[in-house]
């Protein structure tokens, strides 16, 4: 059971990138999803998260009105859509399946590799 989350790259500040999250071995569509991210030095931080419908999100002060989180249970695929990006984003992003919500808050479970977005010049 993993989760992998593609997508990430090299990006000039303004820019925009796409990031995805599939799964294996378990049914992504039944789950909320959350999204973290980690920069050299920091901890690890929880971003957005989405309910296992989509019937809720919740966004991060950090990147509420940059970053747009959805998802297609169709495909059992979750995104994160990143505009705006500024050096303060460069980190490695992370999505998680969430074993409970707290104050919109996601609580992970099931961890997946990350994907590194770079912003710079």
């Known amino acids: 059971v993993q989760l992998q989350a593609s997508g990430g790259g090299l990006v000039q500040p303004g820019g925009s990138l796409r990031l995805s999250c599939a799964a294996s071995?378990?049914?992504?569509?039944?789950?909320?999803i959350g999204w973290f991210r980690q920069a050299p030095g920091k901890e690890r931080e929880g971003i957005s998260s989405?309910?296992?419908?989509?019937?809720?999100?919740y966004y991060a002060d950090s990147v509420k009105g940059r970053f747009t989180i959805s998802r297609d249970n169709a495909n059992k695929v979750g995104y994160l859509e990143l505009n705006s990006l500024n050096s303060g984003d460069t980190a490695v992003y992370y999505c998680?399946?969430?074993?409970?919500?707290?104050?919109?808050?996601?609580?992970?479970?099931?961890w997946g590799q990350g994907t590194q977005v770079t912003v710079s010049s």
């Open positions: 071995g378990l049914r992504l569509d039944y789950y909320a």
């Open positions: 989405i309910g296992s419908s989509g019937d809720w999100t």
């Open positions: 998680a399946t969430c074993r409970a919500r707290v104050a919109g808050r996601c609580l992970p479970d099931v």
